[in-house]
């Protein structure tokens, strides 16, 4: 799959298996694709539908489309929020995180949270995906939370420091089922280091002093980070 810019008011997604006749736009696949944006996880392609109602998802593996329209017949923008196991999560306006397999059955909403998405760690194995909720309901606005794709599995792990804002958390990484993040401290112009274990005490600095920029990355290596 790959995108091209045209002059027409989007680009176009296409895919190819590295013959002419095999290279297409996928709207050719469904017109519902249009000219909304197109995400991938694995072998599954979603877009909003055309009137932004509802979802298309394509099975890169066999063709098969799906459309699963009029989700709330309201106008919604859906984005790619993560994986957990076989299931791939949504996020659609922002604030709903729901869940799928691609198909209209598995493509059910999970919860709609108090508040909107800034960060997320993506993808997991094992475990559960990490976000940061920016909320008005809760302490100073910034908070972590994670999902395992259930509602009862969705929830608040912790209020960051009140130095903290939406911009300040990135590099979220899921290393041995824990989170490693960074959170720019903008009172004393350093960067920190947090660990979580997926629990308020287990949600702490590992070290206050150092200077990361918003490209950095965290990776396993040799028994450490």
Same mark, same amino acid.
């Given at each position: 799959?790959?995108?091209?810019? %045209? ?9 190819? +298996?590295? *013959? ?20 991938? =996880? ?27 329209? +009029? ?37 059910? !909403? ?7 998405? $800034?960060?997320? =760690?993506?993808?997991? %194995? ?11 309901? *809760? ?7 994670? *999902? +395992?794709?259930?509602? +009862?599995?969705? @929830? ?16 979220? $990484?899921?290393?041995?089922?824990? !989170? ?8 004393? @112009?350093?960067? %920190? ?8 005490? @287990? ?23």
């Amino acid at each position: 799959y790959f995108r091209t810019s %045209e002059f027409r008011p989007e680009p176009r997604v296409w895919r190819t +298996d590295g *013959t002419a006749s095999g290279t297409i736009p996928i709207s050719s696949l469904s017109s519902e694709f249009g000219t909304n944006s197109v995400f991938y =996880s694995d072998n599954l392609v979603f877009s909003d539908t055309a009137d932004h109602h509802g979802i298309v998802f394509l099975d890169g593996l066999t063709d098969q489309v799906t459309v699963v329209k +009029d989700l709330d017949n309201v106008t919604r923008y859906t984005e790619l929020f993560g994986t957990v196991g076989l299931d791939t999560l949504l996020l659609r306006n922002g604030n709903e995180i729901w869940r799928t397999r691609g198909t209209a059955e598995s493509t059910q !909403l999970v919860m709609i949270i108090p508040g909107t998405v $800034t960060a997320a =760690s993506r993808s997991t %194995e094992e475990g559960p995906l990490y976000f940061i909720l920016n909320s008005p309901v *809760t302490g100073n606005g910034i908070a972590l939370w994670k *999902t +395992d794709g259930t509602t +009862d599995g969705t @929830g608040l792990v912790a209020e960051l420091p009140a130095y903290a804002d939406i911009n300040s958390v990135h590099a979220l $990484t899921d290393i041995d089922e824990k !989170l490693i993040f960074a959170l720019d401290n903008a009172t004393t @112009g350093k960067s %920190e280091v947090w660990l979580s274990d997926g629990t308020l005490s @287990g949600t702490r600095p590992l070290s206050t002093n150092l200077i990361l920029d918003r490209t950095a990355t965290f990776v396993a290596y040799d028994g450490g980070i």
